[in-house]
């Protein structure tokens, strides 16, 4: 048998269920490289629909000619959301979207990703679905009781993290709904859609020396290691594994977790936190939050949170924590924690000595105020989990397993932390550098901040140190506004087009002022926002469609040749 095999074995090619795999002994890990036989018969399938597009314009091919295309949605928040989704309605507009063999996103191009891909084969209807998009961004709105309704479910789960924090506020905030579907659903429902790829990384692995570990791909089929070649079927990722098997059955993690996962590198983690408890502390001041706790100690209780939230919000925007420091000793002058040893803010506080504490007090609050509400005990938790600042946490499906090449360290864990991929590269290359998808041409479309060319510099660099086949690349760096299309290619390697969103065509002589006003930590975009974004990221597929159809014919005949 394959080390591979267990998965070939069930109806159409998918893996059985997690429902199904709570009594059995045998691994349900997939140890190789090979793709799983559902996305190998998506391929094959799309293949003759990509062959009819490129003949539509002028590109005969057989179909063992036909190319791999894929495009590639960088980071960037609601930026990058709109932009992909302004990129694909007009890509479809110039007949090109049935090119597209895959679809990989980083960050905020995964939230348009999960939004279109909520419609069946969406490529073949892409106005409405924009459409429907477009007036769920405008016109939706998630309150704050739908949000602590969120974090009261998912704050009873296994491995709850500041993620689920993160996507109950901010991520429903952006996307204005709670999209509690999960990614299996999908299975069978996009059979004329490019194959999805969303992608997050290790981050227990994000440095040097465990590159290849990092690298994490999740799709409706499997999720696992893009490069070191370990998956499990995706309906199972969330649940407890030892030595490849099924321990505890968990339920599937819903597409809002799935968009804070994704999603999660907006800011820096100072911004992140102080943000995350701004929202915390208004919720929680909320009058009819409160109001109906009948306990003796309510009001006692109710100063010790509040403190201890506007104490970490004054901490992390830098001002004199003293009255906060002086109000929480007074109020917990008698309180000693579990082991007996008395509170004490001391001061000059730092980051350090102020998790302590805090955690410290989130631990015994129950402790001294026993009476109080479920909602308090939301509160603590979500508290103590950002003290804590654990980011996706998920049982380890590769625990206690033998993998030749997986790292002993990924191994021998029981759990392991994802998070958004943007914080190691801000574009999703290694998803489609997995030699098995023989991917040809590569569409980079960036969304990111900053400098134009990082994402694509940084790939070919970790490229480099990894020995995976990659263009040179050759620019002249950000003196000036980038141009709309660049092509970097060579005979060894997936040619890969890079297009920044903010370019010297686009946006001639505004690029820095298109930038200042679609910052990627800010309020949810106006209705205005939105349709001017959509129309620059529209008129890049316009303006570059000839060059676009151009290198997608150069690839075409080099694979004549060979």
Known sequence: MRRDEPFQRSI????????????????????????????????????????????????????????????????????????????????????????????????????????????????????????????????????????YERLK??????????????????????VKEIDEHVLTEQRGQHTRDPYPIYTVIDQKCSHDTLYKDVWFEITPDECGSSLTGAFVDSSAWESQFDKGAVTKKLPENDMLYLQGLCGSALADWEEIIKWIIEHLLHLYTQENMWINVQAPNKEEGYEVLCTLLELSVCFFKREDVSIYIKTINQLLQDKHDKKGQKINFEEPVTEESLRKEILRVCDSFFDWFPDLLSFWDVIVKCLMKLWQWDWGTTYNFLHKMTAAEVHPS???????????????????????????????????????????????????????????????????????EPDDFYVFKDNTAPTVIHMPLFNAVNCKGEVEKWKNRYQTFQSPYSDKMIRDLLEKAALNITNTKEKLLKEIQDVVQRKKKH
Request: charged share 20%; proline share 4%; net charge negative.
């Open 410 to 480: 990924i191994l021998k864990s029981e759990t392991r932390q994802y998070e958004d991929a943007g914080l190691l590269l801000n574009s999703p290359y290694f998803s489609v550098l997995r030699k098995e998808r023989n991917v040809d041409l590569i569409i980079s479309l960036d969304f990111s901040a900053g400098d134009p060319f990082a994402t694509v510099d940084a790939a070919a660099k970790i490229c480099k140190d990894l020995q995976i086949s990659f263009p040179s690349i050759v620019h002249l760096g950000t003196g000036e």
């Open 153 to 174: 479910k998912m704050c009873e789960r296994d491995n709850f993290s500041v993620t689920d924090i993160w996507a109950a506020f901010v991520v429903s905030s952006v």
């Open 12 to 147: 159409l090619g998918h893996p059985p269920p997690a429902s199904c795999l709570m009594n059995t002994t045998e691994s349900i890990v997939r140890l190789g490289h090979s793709l799983n036989e559902v996305e190998r018969q998506h391929v094959s399938n799309r293949r003759e629909t990509v062959q009819q597009c490129l003949q539509k314009h002028n590109i005969p091919c057989s179909l063992d000619e036909v190319p791999n295309i894929a495009v590639l949605g960088s980071g960037g928040g609601e930026r990058a959301m709109i932009g992909l989704l302004g990129s694909l309605s007009q890509l479809g507009e110039e007949g090109l979207l049935d090119c597209i063999m895959y679809l990989s996103g980083v960050s905020g191009s995964t939230w348009c990703m999960s939004s279109v891909y909520k419609e069946p084969d969406w490529s073949t209807k892409m106005e409405t679905v924009e459409q429907n998009i477009i007036h769920r961004l405008v016109c939706g709105h998630v309150s704050c009781t739908e949000q």
